[in-house]
């Protein structure tokens, strides 16, 4: 088989589609086509995938829900979409369970299936979007949770040793918005996460209003009216991608060497800071953004959204470059008025 003559091409477990259009698979919406498309569906196609040799010579994407990440360009070689589906109790404890999930589950929808099995942790993550097998990637986290606090083990396909691999939580180093997977874009395709997910487990209700939110609702804590708490808080926070294009904080907050943070207290004393590793601070992007003024800045359709100044957005016809550029602008100032320099949070294509 010779994708590069392959208009459409369907085989047992996967598609193959050429020159296909990516627009309607990242939530920036931004323009983008890909010389070689192909979806898995079935988990034992991932090596045979991988072993076409247009696939091992020519550079590889693994897309997932394009929720984290910005193309600023066509991607000439091939992109693989992970779309494999299953969730299921691997092994049960009593007090908790390991739970295995394939890549391509969508994870908002693994979140709500464990609250209605009866799992509390993950409440917290509630309607972050995209796939189950990028979560690790930038370890996603959101009202005061990480995803690694739950993960077991990540199953993934390592193309440097042609096999399946399976790493402990220590083996993938999760960091803030971080991991191995991070660094090793072209090594490691995610094929399973294993969580261990708890019955009964303290839940998080300090964290940026979800105490206020549960008030309001009239509610007692429990995991999912922690989580219903959540995503009204998000829904009312963060621009909807569906309505218009992107891809949830642009920046990550920086973290500097406490003694940074406390002199850049010094000068700007609303600058909300957060605890970090020992002896460094978490400082907030989005606060420096608007101190800047771009707050709802706009360069042609791409813009800050007036809604979140850490979320970029595409009003209409932006390209990736745009946002692109309009990115580096707001870098550019924020380091010309607090000398630091905001690092993007997803991937840039
Ligand atoms: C409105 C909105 C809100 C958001 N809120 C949050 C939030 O609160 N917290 C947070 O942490 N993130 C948030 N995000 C970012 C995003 O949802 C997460 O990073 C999510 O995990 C990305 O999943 P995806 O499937 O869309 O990944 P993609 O965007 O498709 O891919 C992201 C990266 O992971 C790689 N990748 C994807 N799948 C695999 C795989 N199976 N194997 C190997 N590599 C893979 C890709 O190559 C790429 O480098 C938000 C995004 C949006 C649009």
Known sequence: ?????????????????????????????????????????????????????????????ILGGGSNLLFTRDWSGTVVSVATHDIRIADDHGPAALVRVESGENWNEFVHWSLSHG??????????????????????????????QFIAVVEAWDRQAARLVQLDNASCRFAYRDSLFKHAPDRYVITAVEFLLPREGELRTDYAGIAEELVAMNCAATAATVAE???????RKLPNPALIGNAGSFFKNPVVAATVALELQREHPALPTWSAAEGARKISAA??????????????????????????????????????????????????????MLEPEPIIV
């Not at 085989?11 to 020159?19: A, C, D, Q, W």
């Not at 979806?39 to 034992?44: A, G, I, K, L, M």
Request: charged content about 20%.
């Open 1 to 61: 088989m010779n994708p590069r003559t392959t208009g459409v091409a369907t085989e047992p477990g996967y598609t193959i589609l050429e020159n296909a259009a990516l627009e309607g698979r990242n939530t920036f919406r931004v323009p983008a086509r890909a010389e070689i498309l192909i979806d898995v569906r079935r988990p034992e196609a991932l090596a045979e995938v991988l072993a076409i040799p247009y696939v091992r010579n020519n550079p590889l994407l």
């Open 119 to 148: 799992f509390v942790g993950l409440e917290n993550l509630v309607l972050i979007p995209g796939s189950v097998g990028a979560a690790p990637i930038q370890n996603i986290g959101a009202y005061g949770r990480e995803v690694s």
């Open 287 to 340: 606060w420096m953004i608007e101190a800047c003024g771009l707050k709802g800045a706009r360069d042609g359709d791409a813009g800050v959204s007036d809604q979140h100044a850490l979320v970029l957005v595409n009003h209409a016809r932006a390209t990736g470059a745009q946002v692109w550029a309009l990115a580096q602008r707001v870098q550019a100032k924020v380091f010309e008025r607090f000398g630091v």
């Open 229 to 235: 708490a959540v995503a009204r808080l998000r829904t």
